[in-house]
């Protein structure tokens, strides 16, 4: 779970670059799940929309 803060920071990132997800995750230094295997080698967005 993310804390307050962590969730407030991605919020205001995620609006900083324009509701751009992926430079969202680039600017939060946040892992990508298109490596992970319980991914299936696709990306958290497209596991999000199906």
């Known amino acids: 779970m993310y804390s307050t803060e962590q969730r407030k920071l991605a919020i205001e990132t995620y609006i900083k670059f324009d509701l751009s997800a992926a430079d969202t995750v680039a600017g939060l230094r946040l892992p990508t799940l298109t490596a992970h295997p319980?991914?299936?080698?696709?990306?958290?967005?497209?596991?999000?929309?199906h």
């Open 38 to 49: 319980a991914s299936g080698g696709r990306s958290l967005l497209c596991l999000h929309r």
